[in-house]
């Protein structure tokens, strides 16, 4: 079974510009999370889509926003970059029931200049 | 406030010398607890999930153990590659009927050495 794909995997933008990043899930996986991972703050929980909808976001502001389409795939986009973005963003997907495992993608490795 | 904190931050072992990590956390009902292994410029690896208190999994030379306050992952006779950064997480059970997001802690980097 494929595991969770994000492309692309390397990215370098410069402050003001905006980035969409894209994830697909396992098949079968209903649900996806994203994260940001930095040396300082560790994993942080951005937001997390099931059939479409977002059921539940973190504590980032509105420039990070999100969507999840029909077959499950999902994109996040970051707009007005600041320096501060530059992180490792992580898609996990898992089945849509509470306390299931969430596998991750490779991450997508995001640079602003 | 929910929290995870690992312990140590880092840990360094000889061949064959056994450890165990340790994860505390503080959670409004919990729904699962989570270790991760993760490599440098890699996404996590999942290893294992525990629900309640006294349960345990195995996989290897890993073992993980769940109280009500703590998890532990044990190494027995760890290997070189088994260096990484192992990441414990917990879900919490107070978002009603959505999965509810992951709060990790910062993780143990291990290092073992021939």
């Known amino acids: 079974k494929a595991g969770v794909t994000q492309t692309p995997r390397y990215l370098i933008k410069t402050r003001g510009q905006q980035v969409t990043l894209s994830c697909s899930p396992i098949?079968?996986?209903?649900?996806v999370s994203w994260y940001q991972q930095t040396p300082g703050q560790g994993l942080q929980f951005l937001f997390e889509y099931f059939s479409e909808t977002q059921r539940n976001k973190g504590n980032f502001p509105g420039r990070f926003s999100g969507r999840q389409f029909s077959n499950s795939r999902s994109e996040m986009n970051v707009s007005t970059l600041e320096l501060g973005d530059s992180a490792l963003y992580l898609c996990?997907?898992?089945?849509?029931?509470?306390?299931?495992?969430?596998?991750f993608g490779p991450g997508t490795r995001l640079t602003v200049l | 406030e929910d929290q995870v904190t690992q312990s140590p931050e880092a840990l360094r072992l000889q061949e064959g010398e056994s450890s165990s990590l340790n994860c505390s956390y503080t959670?409004?009902?919990?729904?699962?607890l989570f270790w991760y292994r993760q490599d440098p410029g890699k996404g996590p690896e999942f290893l294992f999930t525990?629900?309640?208190a006294g349960e345990e999994k195995e996989k290897e030379r890993l073992k993980a153990t769940l109280t009500k306050k703590e998890s532990f992952l044990h190494i027995t006779a760890p290997k070189p590659e088994d260096s990484a950064t192992y990441l414990c997480?917990?879900?919490?059970?107070?978002?009603?009927?959505?999965?509810?997001?992951?709060?990790f802690g910062k993780g143990t980097k291990l290092s073992v050495k021939p």
């Open positions: 996990a997907s898992s089945l849509p029931g509470g306390g299931d495992t969430q596998y």
């Open positions: 997480a917990v879900q919490a059970g107070n978002y009603g009927g959505s999965q509810g997001n992951l709060i």
């Open positions: 959670v409004s009902g919990l729904r699962g």
């Open positions: 525990l629900y309640s």
């Open positions: 098949s079968g996986h209903r649900s």
